[in-house]
Protein backbone atom coordinates (compact mmCIF):
# COMPACT_ATOMS: atom_id res chain seq x y z
CA UNK A 1 0.00 0.00 0.00
CA UNK A 2 0.99 3.80 -0.78
CA UNK A 3 2.55 5.49 1.96
CA UNK A 4 0.83 8.74 2.69
CA UNK A 5 3.35 11.80 3.05
CA UNK A 6 2.66 12.00 6.45
CA UNK A 7 3.93 8.06 7.06
CA UNK A 8 6.96 8.99 4.31
CA UNK A 9 7.57 12.41 6.55
CA UNK A 10 7.33 10.85 9.42
CA UNK A 11 10.07 8.00 8.21
CA UNK A 12 12.49 10.35 6.30
CA UNK A 13 13.02 12.44 9.50
CA UNK A 14 14.95 9.78 11.26
CA UNK A 15 17.70 10.90 8.96
CA UNK A 16 17.55 14.26 8.75
CA UNK A 17 17.64 14.03 12.76
CA UNK A 18 21.59 14.21 12.91
CA UNK A 19 21.34 17.20 10.41
CA UNK A 20 19.55 18.66 12.60
CA UNK A 21 21.33 18.86 16.07
CA UNK A 22 24.17 20.04 14.04
CA UNK A 23 22.33 23.31 12.64
CA UNK A 24 20.76 23.60 16.26
CA UNK A 25 23.99 23.82 17.81
CA UNK A 26 25.55 26.10 14.97
CA UNK A 27 22.62 28.47 15.38
CA UNK A 28 23.04 28.35 19.09
CA UNK A 29 26.32 29.65 18.33
CA UNK A 30 25.32 32.81 15.76
CA UNK A 31 21.37 33.50 15.25
CA UNK A 32 19.32 31.35 17.41
CA UNK A 33 16.25 32.08 15.61
CA UNK A 34 17.68 31.14 12.46
CA UNK A 35 17.01 26.87 13.90
CA UNK A 36 15.03 26.54 17.35
CA UNK A 37 14.45 23.76 19.52
CA UNK A 38 11.94 20.99 18.13
CA UNK A 39 10.10 22.18 21.54
CA UNK A 40 10.13 26.34 20.10
CA UNK A 41 7.02 27.70 21.02
CA UNK A 42 5.53 31.19 21.35
CA UNK A 43 6.20 31.63 25.08
CA UNK A 44 9.53 29.87 24.54
CA UNK A 45 13.03 32.13 25.19
CA UNK A 46 15.79 31.80 23.15
CA UNK A 47 19.30 31.09 24.40
CA UNK A 48 21.86 34.47 24.08
CA UNK A 49 25.00 33.67 23.08
CA UNK A 50 27.89 35.52 25.78
CA UNK A 51 29.46 36.69 21.79
CA UNK A 52 28.51 38.62 18.79
CA UNK A 53 30.79 38.17 16.10
CA UNK A 54 28.92 34.68 15.03
CA UNK A 55 25.77 36.53 14.40
CA UNK A 56 28.22 39.73 13.07
CA UNK A 57 29.51 37.31 10.81
CA UNK A 58 26.53 35.70 9.40
CA UNK A 59 24.55 38.85 8.89
CA UNK A 60 28.09 40.47 6.89
CA UNK A 61 28.72 37.03 4.83
CA UNK A 62 24.62 36.74 3.86
CA UNK A 63 24.72 40.47 2.75
CA UNK A 64 27.95 40.06 0.67
CA UNK A 65 26.41 36.87 -1.03
CA UNK A 66 23.10 39.18 -1.79
CA UNK A 67 25.53 41.83 -3.32
CA UNK A 68 27.97 39.82 -5.28
CA UNK A 69 24.75 37.67 -6.75
CA UNK A 70 22.01 39.86 -7.24
CA UNK A 71 23.10 43.39 -7.11
CA UNK A 72 20.73 46.30 -6.84
CA UNK A 73 19.02 47.96 -9.64
CA UNK A 74 21.37 45.79 -12.08
CA UNK A 75 20.40 42.17 -14.00
CA UNK A 76 22.56 39.66 -12.31
CA UNK A 77 22.46 37.74 -16.25
CA UNK A 78 22.02 38.61 -19.85
CA UNK A 79 20.35 36.75 -22.15
CA UNK A 80 22.54 34.92 -24.59
CA UNK A 81 21.40 34.22 -28.38
CA UNK A 82 22.33 31.05 -30.36
CA UNK A 83 25.65 30.84 -32.48
CA UNK A 84 23.34 30.15 -35.67
CA UNK A 85 21.39 32.43 -34.89
CA UNK A 86 23.94 35.54 -34.63
CA UNK A 87 25.33 34.54 -37.91
CA UNK A 88 21.70 35.18 -39.35
CA UNK A 89 21.78 38.83 -37.41
CA UNK A 90 25.31 39.35 -38.66
CA UNK A 91 24.30 39.74 -42.15
CA UNK A 92 21.59 42.81 -40.95
CA UNK A 93 22.65 45.06 -38.41
CA UNK A 94 19.81 46.60 -38.00
CA UNK A 95 17.77 42.98 -36.82
CA UNK A 96 20.50 42.69 -34.57
CA UNK A 97 20.37 45.59 -32.85
CA UNK A 98 16.38 45.44 -32.68
CA UNK A 99 16.70 42.09 -30.99
CA UNK A 100 19.64 42.94 -28.73
CA UNK A 101 17.52 46.30 -27.60
CA UNK A 102 14.48 43.89 -27.36
CA UNK A 103 16.13 41.22 -24.81
CA UNK A 104 17.63 43.93 -22.94
CA UNK A 105 13.79 44.93 -22.52
CA UNK A 106 13.31 41.85 -21.43
CA UNK A 107 16.33 41.53 -18.66
CA UNK A 108 15.06 44.93 -17.26
CA UNK A 109 11.52 43.84 -16.76
CA UNK A 110 12.76 40.61 -15.19
CA UNK A 111 14.83 42.17 -13.03
CA UNK A 112 12.19 44.54 -12.11
CA UNK A 113 9.75 41.64 -11.40
CA UNK A 114 12.44 40.63 -9.24
CA UNK A 115 12.92 43.90 -7.19
CA UNK A 116 9.02 44.47 -6.47
CA UNK A 117 7.84 41.09 -5.72
CA UNK A 118 9.78 40.96 -2.54
CA UNK A 119 12.53 38.71 -3.43
CA UNK A 120 15.21 40.09 -1.77
CA UNK A 121 14.42 39.91 1.74
CA UNK A 122 13.21 36.18 1.19
CA UNK A 123 16.80 35.55 -0.56
CA UNK A 124 18.73 36.87 2.20
CA UNK A 125 16.74 34.68 4.49
CA UNK A 126 17.86 31.47 2.46
CA UNK A 127 21.56 32.73 2.80
CA UNK A 128 21.18 32.73 6.43
CA UNK A 129 19.81 29.63 6.58
CA UNK A 130 22.46 28.14 4.43
CA UNK A 131 25.55 30.13 6.48
CA UNK A 132 24.19 28.61 9.56
CA UNK A 133 22.38 25.61 9.24
CA UNK A 134 23.35 24.17 5.46
CA UNK A 135 19.75 23.60 4.22
CA UNK A 136 17.32 26.32 3.08
CA UNK A 137 14.09 25.17 0.59
CA UNK A 138 12.74 27.63 -1.57
CA UNK A 139 9.26 27.55 -3.01
CA UNK A 140 7.84 29.38 -5.82
CA UNK A 141 3.64 29.41 -5.54
CA UNK A 142 1.31 30.74 -8.88
CA UNK A 143 0.77 33.69 -6.99
CA UNK A 144 2.52 35.72 -4.75
CA UNK A 145 6.15 36.23 -3.91
CA UNK A 146 9.19 33.42 -2.98
CA UNK A 147 8.58 31.51 0.53
CA UNK A 148 11.87 29.81 2.36
CA UNK A 149 11.28 26.81 4.73
CA UNK A 150 13.85 25.74 7.58
CA UNK A 151 15.03 22.23 6.97
CA UNK A 152 12.85 21.13 10.30
CA UNK A 153 9.84 21.84 8.29
CA UNK A 154 10.58 19.74 5.16
CA UNK A 155 12.60 16.30 4.08
CA UNK A 156 14.50 15.56 1.02
CA UNK A 157 15.47 12.52 -1.09
CA UNK A 158 18.25 13.38 -3.72
CA UNK A 159 20.18 10.61 -6.83
CA UNK A 160 23.61 10.18 -6.77
CA UNK A 161 23.55 13.28 -9.21
CA UNK A 162 22.34 15.58 -6.25
CA UNK A 163 18.91 16.53 -7.77
CA UNK A 164 15.98 16.02 -5.71
CA UNK A 165 13.47 12.63 -6.19
CA UNK A 166 11.25 13.81 -3.63
CA UNK A 167 10.45 16.77 -1.00
CA UNK A 168 7.33 16.56 1.11
CA UNK A 169 6.85 20.14 3.01
CA UNK A 170 4.95 19.97 6.36
CA UNK A 171 3.09 22.57 7.69
CA UNK A 172 0.74 23.49 10.38
CA UNK A 173 -2.73 25.77 9.76
CA UNK A 174 -5.71 26.22 11.38
CA UNK A 175 -8.81 24.65 10.47
CA UNK A 176 -10.84 28.04 10.43
CA UNK A 177 -8.44 29.37 8.25
CA UNK A 178 -9.01 26.75 5.13
CA UNK A 179 -10.70 27.76 1.74
CA UNK A 180 -14.37 26.63 2.91
CA UNK A 181 -14.60 24.48 -0.23
CA UNK A 182 -11.58 22.38 0.66
CA UNK A 183 -13.56 22.58 4.29
CA UNK A 184 -16.57 21.16 3.15
CA UNK A 185 -14.91 18.07 1.43
CA UNK A 186 -12.55 17.25 4.36
CA UNK A 187 -14.21 15.04 7.11
CA UNK A 188 -14.68 16.39 10.64
CA UNK A 189 -11.47 16.36 12.53
CA UNK A 190 -11.64 13.76 15.90
CA UNK A 191 -9.00 15.01 18.47
CA UNK A 192 -7.00 12.68 17.28
CA UNK A 193 -6.89 14.10 14.54
CA UNK A 194 -5.42 17.22 15.73
CA UNK A 195 -2.84 18.84 17.04
CA UNK A 196 -3.24 18.81 21.03
CA UNK A 197 -2.66 22.53 22.71
CA UNK A 198 0.37 22.38 24.70
CA UNK A 199 2.10 25.12 27.23
CA UNK A 200 3.79 26.90 24.07
CA UNK A 201 0.09 28.44 22.89
CA UNK A 202 -1.03 25.95 19.72
CA UNK A 203 -4.23 26.19 18.75
CA UNK A 204 -5.85 22.72 19.28
CA UNK A 205 -7.48 23.19 15.79
CA UNK A 206 -4.24 23.32 14.37
CA UNK A 207 -4.21 20.54 11.61
CA UNK A 208 -0.95 19.19 8.84
CA UNK A 209 -0.72 20.10 5.72
CA UNK A 210 1.37 18.30 3.84
CA UNK A 211 2.88 19.22 0.34
CA UNK A 212 4.62 16.59 -1.68
CA UNK A 213 6.79 17.56 -4.61
CA UNK A 214 8.34 14.11 -7.05
CA UNK A 215 10.42 14.02 -9.68
CA UNK A 216 9.31 11.12 -13.02
CA UNK A 217 11.49 11.83 -16.06
CA UNK A 218 11.22 14.92 -17.35
CA UNK A 219 9.01 16.79 -15.26
CA UNK A 220 8.02 17.29 -11.46
CA UNK A 221 4.49 16.37 -10.08
CA UNK A 222 2.83 17.90 -6.92
CA UNK A 223 -0.05 17.47 -4.79
CA UNK A 224 -1.53 18.31 -0.96
CA UNK A 225 -2.33 16.13 1.26
CA UNK A 226 -4.48 16.62 5.22
CA UNK A 227 -4.53 13.16 7.01
CA UNK A 228 -4.19 11.15 4.00
CA UNK A 229 -6.46 12.90 1.71
CA UNK A 230 -5.87 14.70 -1.71
CA UNK A 231 -6.59 18.20 -2.04
CA UNK A 232 -8.65 18.29 -5.00
CA UNK A 233 -7.25 20.90 -7.67
CA UNK A 234 -3.73 20.63 -5.41
CA UNK A 235 -1.83 18.75 -8.40
CA UNK A 236 0.38 20.21 -10.45
CA UNK A 237 3.11 19.34 -12.96
CA UNK A 238 6.09 21.68 -13.75
CA UNK A 239 9.26 21.25 -16.17
CA UNK A 240 12.57 19.94 -14.53
CA UNK A 241 13.86 22.88 -16.39
CA UNK A 242 11.50 25.53 -14.12
CA UNK A 243 10.82 24.00 -10.92
CA UNK A 244 8.88 25.36 -8.85
CA UNK A 245 10.69 24.30 -5.78
CA UNK A 246 14.47 24.71 -4.98
CA UNK A 247 16.42 22.42 -2.19
CA UNK A 248 19.39 24.39 -1.65
CA UNK A 249 22.65 22.94 0.42
CA UNK A 250 25.83 24.74 1.29
CA UNK A 251 28.49 21.84 0.86
CA UNK A 252 27.45 19.05 -1.06
CA UNK A 253 28.27 15.93 -0.13
CA UNK A 254 28.46 12.95 -1.86
CA UNK A 255 25.69 10.22 -0.93
CA UNK A 256 24.17 12.50 1.16
CA UNK A 257 20.63 14.21 0.94
CA UNK A 258 21.35 17.20 3.23
CA UNK A 259 24.14 19.42 3.18
CA UNK A 260 26.73 20.83 5.68
CA UNK A 261 26.97 24.74 6.83
CA UNK A 262 29.19 27.15 6.38
CA UNK A 263 29.09 27.68 10.46
CA UNK A 264 29.65 23.76 11.01
CA UNK A 265 32.96 24.08 8.88
CA UNK A 266 34.18 26.46 12.02
CA UNK A 267 32.27 25.22 14.69
CA UNK A 268 35.41 24.70 16.86
CA UNK A 269 36.21 28.99 16.65
CA UNK A 270 32.83 29.70 17.40
CA UNK A 271 32.63 27.05 20.37
CA UNK A 272 35.78 28.48 21.65
CA UNK A 273 34.53 32.34 21.00
CA UNK A 274 31.56 31.15 22.90
CA UNK A 275 33.14 29.21 26.09
CA UNK A 276 36.20 31.98 26.27
CA UNK A 277 33.43 34.60 26.34
CA UNK A 278 31.40 33.24 29.26
CA UNK A 279 34.52 32.70 31.36
CA UNK A 280 36.12 36.61 30.60
CA UNK A 281 32.48 37.84 30.90
CA UNK A 282 31.72 36.18 34.51
CA UNK A 283 35.17 36.69 35.68
CA UNK A 284 35.14 40.22 35.65
CA UNK A 285 31.57 40.32 36.99
CA UNK A 286 33.37 38.54 40.25
CA UNK A 287 36.39 41.02 39.64
CA UNK A 288 34.32 43.99 39.64
CA UNK A 289 32.52 42.64 43.40
CA UNK A 290 33.79 44.78 45.89
CA UNK A 291 34.05 42.90 49.55
CA UNK A 292 35.42 44.46 52.84
CA UNK A 293 37.22 41.69 54.71
CA UNK A 294 37.16 42.91 58.27
CA UNK A 295 39.00 40.71 61.14
CA UNK A 296 36.79 38.59 63.62
CA UNK A 297 40.13 39.59 66.28
CA UNK A 298 40.71 43.28 65.29
CA UNK A 299 39.49 46.60 67.07
CA UNK A 300 37.55 47.61 64.16
CA UNK A 301 33.32 46.56 64.02
CA UNK A 302 31.52 45.53 60.75
CA UNK A 303 28.48 48.15 61.79
CA UNK A 304 30.79 50.72 62.37
CA UNK A 305 32.71 49.94 58.94
CA UNK A 306 28.95 49.52 57.01
CA UNK A 307 26.92 52.98 58.35
CA UNK A 308 30.21 55.18 57.98
CA UNK A 309 29.67 58.07 56.09
CA UNK A 310 32.77 59.75 53.77
CA UNK A 311 35.09 61.63 56.09
CA UNK A 312 33.94 59.93 59.11
CA UNK A 313 36.14 59.51 62.37
CA UNK A 314 35.89 55.70 63.41
CA UNK A 315 37.48 53.26 66.22
CA UNK A 316 39.52 50.75 64.02
CA UNK A 317 43.16 49.85 63.18
CA UNK A 318 44.11 49.42 59.09
CA UNK A 319 45.15 46.11 59.62
CA UNK A 320 41.86 44.82 60.52
CA UNK A 321 39.94 45.83 56.91
CA UNK A 322 41.46 44.36 53.76
CA UNK A 323 39.39 43.94 50.34
CA UNK A 324 38.96 41.02 48.68
CA UNK A 325 40.23 40.31 44.93
CA UNK A 326 40.39 37.15 42.95
CA UNK A 327 44.22 37.59 41.85
CA UNK A 328 43.12 36.35 38.31
CA UNK A 329 44.48 38.94 35.96
CA UNK A 330 47.47 37.14 34.39
CA UNK A 331 44.61 34.31 33.60
CA UNK A 332 42.56 36.71 32.45
CA UNK A 333 44.84 37.82 30.36
CA UNK A 334 46.21 34.36 28.40
CA UNK A 335 42.30 34.07 27.68
CA UNK A 336 41.59 37.52 26.41
CA UNK A 337 44.59 37.34 24.21
CA UNK A 338 43.52 33.51 22.83
CA UNK A 339 39.72 34.67 22.54
CA UNK A 340 41.05 37.92 20.27
CA UNK A 341 43.32 35.33 18.29
CA UNK A 342 39.79 33.00 17.76
CA UNK A 343 37.82 36.43 16.55
CA UNK A 344 40.15 36.82 14.16
CA UNK A 345 39.80 33.68 12.27
CA UNK A 346 36.01 33.51 12.83
CA UNK A 347 36.45 37.41 11.08
CA UNK A 348 38.39 35.73 8.01
CA UNK A 349 36.18 33.24 7.87
CA UNK A 350 32.61 35.30 7.26
CA UNK A 351 34.56 37.77 5.57
CA UNK A 352 34.21 40.81 8.11
CA UNK A 353 36.06 43.85 7.06
CA UNK A 354 37.61 44.50 10.59
CA UNK A 355 39.94 41.33 9.18
CA UNK A 356 41.19 42.70 6.36
CA UNK A 357 42.90 45.24 7.47
CA UNK A 358 45.73 44.56 9.50
CA UNK A 359 47.32 46.38 12.22
CA UNK A 360 50.14 48.48 11.44
CA UNK A 361 50.89 52.36 10.83
CA UNK A 362 50.80 52.18 7.00
CA UNK A 363 48.25 49.50 5.33
CA UNK A 364 48.05 50.79 1.65
CA UNK A 365 44.99 50.41 -0.29
CA UNK A 366 46.30 47.93 -2.87
CA UNK A 367 46.82 45.32 0.18
CA UNK A 368 43.49 45.56 1.39
CA UNK A 369 41.88 45.17 -2.29
CA UNK A 370 44.28 42.38 -2.88
CA UNK A 371 43.36 40.39 0.47
CA UNK A 372 39.91 41.75 0.01
CA UNK A 373 40.04 39.59 -3.70
CA UNK A 374 41.64 36.42 -1.29
CA UNK A 375 38.93 36.65 0.56
CA UNK A 376 36.03 36.59 -1.84
CA UNK A 377 38.25 34.18 -3.91
CA UNK A 378 37.24 31.64 -1.10
CA UNK A 379 33.61 31.79 -2.20
CA UNK A 380 34.37 30.99 -5.86
CA UNK A 381 33.11 27.20 -5.20
CA UNK A 382 30.12 28.32 -3.80
CA UNK A 383 29.38 30.99 -6.33
CA UNK A 384 29.59 28.20 -8.94
CA UNK A 385 27.21 26.34 -7.38
CA UNK A 386 24.26 29.19 -6.69
CA UNK A 387 24.75 30.27 -10.48
CA UNK A 388 23.81 26.97 -11.36
CA UNK A 389 21.40 25.68 -8.56
CA UNK A 390 20.06 29.05 -7.33
CA UNK A 391 20.16 31.79 -10.18
CA UNK A 392 19.34 30.17 -13.21
CA UNK A 393 16.23 28.16 -11.94
CA UNK A 394 15.44 31.95 -10.73
CA UNK A 395 15.24 33.62 -13.49
CA UNK A 396 13.74 30.56 -15.36
CA UNK A 397 10.69 30.88 -12.89
CA UNK A 398 10.55 33.91 -13.21
CA UNK A 399 10.30 33.93 -16.69
CA UNK A 400 7.35 31.16 -16.82
CA UNK A 401 5.71 33.20 -14.10
CA UNK A 402 6.07 36.27 -16.38
CA UNK A 403 4.74 34.76 -19.41
CA UNK A 404 1.73 33.02 -18.31
CA UNK A 405 0.55 36.52 -16.78
CA UNK A 406 0.96 37.85 -20.41
CA UNK A 407 3.76 39.88 -18.72
CA UNK A 408 6.65 38.71 -20.90
CA UNK A 409 6.34 37.17 -24.47
CA UNK A 410 7.47 33.37 -25.18
CA UNK A 411 10.90 32.79 -26.30
CA UNK A 412 11.70 30.58 -29.18
CA UNK A 413 13.36 27.75 -27.67
CA UNK A 414 16.97 26.56 -28.09
CA UNK A 415 17.79 29.76 -29.51
CA UNK A 416 17.65 32.29 -26.38
CA UNK A 417 18.73 31.21 -23.21
CA UNK A 418 20.10 33.15 -19.65
CA UNK A 419 23.03 33.27 -18.86
CA UNK A 420 24.50 34.56 -15.05
CA UNK A 421 26.86 37.12 -15.45
CA UNK A 422 27.72 37.91 -11.66
CA UNK A 423 29.46 35.94 -8.92
CA UNK A 424 32.07 33.30 -10.40
CA UNK A 425 32.06 34.85 -13.24
CA UNK A 426 31.97 38.36 -12.58
CA UNK A 427 35.13 36.86 -10.03
CA UNK A 428 36.93 35.98 -12.87
CA UNK A 429 36.37 39.10 -15.15
CA UNK A 430 38.20 40.65 -11.98
CA UNK A 431 40.86 39.04 -12.12
CA UNK A 432 41.43 39.64 -15.57
CA UNK A 433 40.99 43.24 -14.61
CA UNK A 434 43.56 43.28 -12.12
CA UNK A 435 46.40 41.25 -14.47
CA UNK A 436 45.64 44.20 -16.70
CA UNK A 437 46.23 47.07 -14.60
CA UNK A 438 49.35 44.97 -12.92
CA UNK A 439 50.56 44.88 -16.76
CA UNK A 440 50.24 47.86 -17.35
CA UNK A 441 51.63 48.98 -14.27
CA UNK A 442 55.10 46.73 -13.58
CA UNK A 443 55.84 46.00 -17.41
CA UNK A 444 54.66 49.19 -19.80
CA UNK A 445 54.90 52.02 -17.56
CA UNK A 446 58.53 51.53 -16.85
CA UNK A 447 59.39 51.34 -20.76
CA UNK A 448 58.53 54.84 -21.22
CA UNK A 449 56.84 55.78 -24.67
CA UNK A 450 58.61 52.80 -26.59
CA UNK A 451 56.35 50.65 -24.41
CA UNK A 452 52.96 52.40 -24.96
CA UNK A 453 54.22 52.35 -28.72
CA UNK A 454 54.30 48.52 -28.92
CA UNK A 455 50.68 48.43 -27.59
CA UNK A 456 47.96 47.78 -29.38
CA UNK A 457 45.57 50.10 -28.31
CA UNK A 458 42.06 49.22 -29.82
CA UNK A 459 42.83 45.40 -28.09
CA UNK A 460 43.85 47.26 -24.44
CA UNK A 461 40.34 49.00 -24.60
CA UNK A 462 38.32 46.24 -25.75
CA UNK A 463 40.01 43.81 -23.09
CA UNK A 464 39.02 46.42 -20.31
CA UNK A 465 35.79 46.49 -21.25
CA UNK A 466 35.43 43.32 -21.96
CA UNK A 467 36.75 42.40 -18.04
CA UNK A 468 33.94 44.77 -16.48
CA UNK A 469 31.68 43.07 -18.29
CA UNK A 470 30.34 45.77 -20.86
CA UNK A 471 28.94 44.86 -24.25
CA UNK A 472 31.98 46.53 -26.23
CA UNK A 473 29.89 45.75 -30.00
CA UNK A 474 29.70 49.42 -31.47
CA UNK A 475 30.65 50.65 -28.21
CA UNK A 476 34.59 52.30 -28.76
CA UNK A 477 35.20 53.31 -32.27
CA UNK A 478 38.20 50.85 -34.39
CA UNK A 479 40.87 52.61 -35.88
CA UNK A 480 39.30 52.40 -39.32
CA UNK A 481 36.74 54.54 -38.16
CA UNK A 482 39.08 57.01 -36.32
CA UNK A 483 40.78 57.32 -39.92
CA UNK A 484 38.00 58.47 -41.56
CA UNK A 485 36.91 60.55 -39.57
CA UNK A 486 41.01 62.07 -39.97
CA UNK A 487 40.41 61.98 -43.47
CA UNK A 488 37.09 63.56 -43.30
CA UNK A 489 38.39 66.22 -41.17
CA UNK A 490 41.71 66.95 -43.24
CA UNK A 491 38.87 67.55 -46.37
CA UNK A 492 36.72 69.95 -43.98
CA UNK A 493 40.07 72.20 -43.12
CA UNK A 494 41.19 72.21 -46.45
CA UNK A 495 38.54 73.44 -47.92
CA UNK A 496 37.82 76.09 -45.27
CA UNK A 497 41.18 77.34 -45.92
CA UNK A 498 40.57 77.56 -49.71
CA UNK A 499 37.68 79.49 -48.94
CA UNK A 500 39.77 81.80 -46.64
CA UNK A 501 42.06 82.04 -49.69
CA UNK A 502 39.39 82.93 -52.41
CA UNK A 503 37.81 85.43 -49.99
CA UNK A 504 40.22 88.51 -51.37
CA UNK A 505 39.51 88.08 -54.93
CA UNK A 506 35.47 86.91 -54.71
CA UNK A 507 35.22 90.80 -52.86
CA UNK A 508 36.07 92.54 -56.15
CA UNK A 509 34.56 90.51 -58.65
CA UNK A 510 31.14 90.61 -56.34
CA UNK A 511 31.95 94.56 -56.75
CA UNK A 512 32.39 94.27 -60.14
CA UNK A 513 28.95 92.74 -60.61
CA UNK A 514 27.35 94.86 -58.29
CA UNK A 515 28.14 97.59 -60.29
CA UNK A 516 27.62 96.26 -63.86
CA UNK A 517 23.98 95.94 -62.66
CA UNK A 518 23.81 99.04 -61.39
CA UNK A 519 24.82 100.60 -64.78
CA UNK A 520 22.45 98.49 -66.25
CA UNK A 521 19.40 99.72 -64.15
CA UNK A 522 20.40 103.34 -64.80
CA UNK A 523 20.64 102.83 -68.77
Not at 395 to 410: D, F, G, H, T, Y
Not at 492 to 511: D, F, L, T, V
Amino acid sequence: MAQTCKESYDKQSTDRENYLIRARECARLTIPALMPESSHGKSTTLYTPYQGVGARGVNNLAAKLMLSLFPPNTPFFRYSVDDYALEELAQDPKARAKVEEALNARERAVQSEIETSGFRPKLNEAFKQLIVCGNALLTFPKKGGMRVFRMDKYVVKRDPSGNFTEIIIKEEVNKDALPEDIAKLLPALSPSQTLPSDNNGRDENIIEIYTKYWRKGEAIYSNQQINGIVIPGSDGKWSVERPPVLALRWTGIDGEDWGRSHSEEHKGDLMTAEGLSRAIIESAAAAAKVLFLVSPNGATREKDLAESENLDIITGQEGDVSVLQIGKQADMATAERVLAEVITRISFAYLLNSSIQRKAERVTAEEIRRMAQELEDSLGGNFAVFSQELQLPLVQRIEERMEKSKKLPKLPKGVVSPQITTGLEALGRGHDLTKIQVFIKEVVMPLGEEGFKRINIDDLIKRGGVSLGIDMDGLVKSSEDLQAESAQMQEQQQQAQMMEMAKPAIGPAIKALADQATNGAEE
